[in-house]
């Protein structure tokens, strides 16, 4: 507030204009005033001497107090306005207190003009304070980073910042039906029946510290959402106030981080079972061989020989696997890109057939020859033979398993098909994630750590090439990748 009070005294009568001075004085009042009798004096005052309060008689020659009022309110209506007048009958200053007076003095009682003026002037301040911290609240409500609201002892939401608006699609001052905030909460659990406990809880007055608790939400769109929330009773009110922080990425990450820890559980468990699968084969075996006291068939020593092989070569594709997975993970893949036909590419993986089934049998179909590509042809077989391992891996027996190859606009399309059981589709989006095996890691039937169809796809990608799956019509798998030309 200013050191001096500046009042605007509207008064056609220099005596009583000097009355109201005295008065001022007499109450202690330090001020400056400005003394009008005309409209237009008083319309330039008003905006030039700028009062903190004006002080009016109610019947002036040309020009009311009633009209005087009626401007000041339209134009400052944060300015009190006091009549000071020697005629007013109580209707009539109760018509004024409607319009926008801010009291009544008459000029026969004078001593109550020191105590108006001051009263007229403290609730002024007292507004100001109020509209200040309103204005601060709102600062913070609107600019604290998570969805806020207020909620009536209904739980009716009152009013919302952004926020709010952003977490659960509900537009701030958007004309709609009252939202109640139990209408948000999901439903799928004991949310509802705890979100009113702690409603309860916290407008019974119980404590003066905010309530935080877990809950999931649902957004407008039908989204749920897991929320932390704190919520505390405005003070002075049965209202309470509720902060939302969304954290669905947090605990949809915590849950992944969780399910690739019990996957590289599942996986450290499997690698060490298909490594010592086939060392204890070649140890066995070895140990059988140098036993000069065991005389062993000629027939059985070559597939003694032939089992040691199948059990080296095994161990070598899980050292490679291994090798590719770390070279992918730290140092990227090195690439030696080259300019092969595609077709004699496919032929060549399809008649190695090493480690296969004897009654399997391959069909290689050209459906239309893509000529050249530029790849990386160890890789690319690498990627080949992987898909086509699986393919008799899965298979029954007896079965085929077909490749065709097509040129496509700008790309050689490959397809590796089978009639094994197919993926079930809640896995198809997963199979090329690391460590990720469809059937139980456990108690897998068949060999293998789940880095197969992993490394495969990153071997396309590093090529610039897609792979993806299809189930097979009639049944069983199809496995597709792309080369760009």
């Not at 000097?18 to 400005?34: D, P, Y």
């Not at 004991?190 to 309860?200: A, G, I, L, N, Q």
């Not at 002075?236 to 509720?242: E, I, Q, Y």
């Not at 989006?429 to 293998?448: C, I, K, M």
Request: glycine fraction near 8%.
């Amino acid at each position: 507030m200013r050191e001096k009070i500046r009042i605007l005294i509207l008064e056609d009568n220099a005596a009583d204009a000097e009355l109201v001075q005295r008065e001022l004085e007499k109450a202690g009042l330090s001020f400056v005033a400005s003394i009008v009798a005309a409209k237009w004096e008083f319309l330039q005052q008003l905006d030039v001497f700028d009062p903190d309060i004006i002080l009016s008689d109610y019947k002036l020659p040309g020009f009311d107090g009633i009209s005087a009022m009626r401007v000041a309110v339209a134009r400052k209506p944060e300015i009190p306005f006091i009549f000071v007048t020697g005629e007013m009958g109580e209707e009539r200053a109760i018509d004024t207190l409607k319009e926008g007076a801010t009291d009544y003095v008459l000029k026969q009682r004078l001593a109550r003009l020191g105590p108006a003026v001051e009263r007229a002037l403290a609730e002024v301040e007292e507004k100001s304070q109020r509209r200040r911290a309103e204005e601060n609240y709102r600062t913070v409500f609107e600019t604290t980073g998570t969805a806020m609201c207020v909620l009536g002892e209904d739980s009716v939401v009152l009013s919302a910042n952004r926020g709010f608006e952003r977490l659960l699609g509900y537009a701030v001052g958007e004309p709609e039906p009252e939202v109640r905030f139990k209408q948000v909460v999901s439903r799928d659990g004991s949310e509802v029946e705890d979100f009113y406990r702690y409603h309860r809880e916290v407008l019974s007055g119980g404590g003066t510290d905010p309530v935080f608790f877990k809950t999931r939400v649902v957004h407008r769109d039908g989204r749920t959402l897991d929320v932390l929330a704190s919520m505390g009773r405005l003070p002075g009110t049965r209202n309470s106030v509720l902060s939302l922080i969304d954290v669905t990425r947090e605990k949809k990450f915590e849950g992944e981080l969780k399910e690739r820890a019990e996957r590289l559980r599942d996986f450290l468990t499997v690698a060490s079972h298909e490594i010592r699968h086939p060392i204890t084969v070649i140890k066995g075996y070895t140990e059988m061989l140098e036993d000069v006291d065991i005389e062993i068939p000629e027939d059985m020593v070559a597939d003694i020989y032939a089992s040691m092989d199948d059990a080296a070569d095994r161990l070598i594709r899980i050292v490679t696997e291994l090798m590719d997975m770390s070279l992918i993970e730290n140092d990227g893949i090195e690439l030696d890109m080259t300019s092969c036909e595609m077709k004699e590419l496919v032929l060549e993986a399809a008649t190695d057939k090493r480690g296969w089934r004897a009654d399997r049998h391959v069909e290689v179909e050209v459906l239309s020859d893509p000529g050249l590509a530029t790849v990386d042809r160890v890789r690319f077989m690498y990627v080949l033979d992987e898909l086509l391992d699986n393919a008799d891996k899965y298979s029954p027996e007896g079965s085929p398993v077909s490749v065709t190859l097509e040129a496509r606009a700008g790309i050689a399309l490959v397809s590796v098909l089978d009639r094994g059981p197919g993926i079930p589709e809640s896995d198809r989006e997963r199979v090329f994630e690391r460590f990720y095996q469809v059937e139980d890691a456990l108690n897998h039937s068949q060999p293998g750590m789940g880095l197969g169809l992993y490394i495969v796809k990153q071997l396309l990608d590093a090529q610039g090439g897609k792979i993806w799956y299809e189930p097979r019509d009639g049944g069983g798998s199809a496995f597709r990748f792309s080369i760009p030309k």
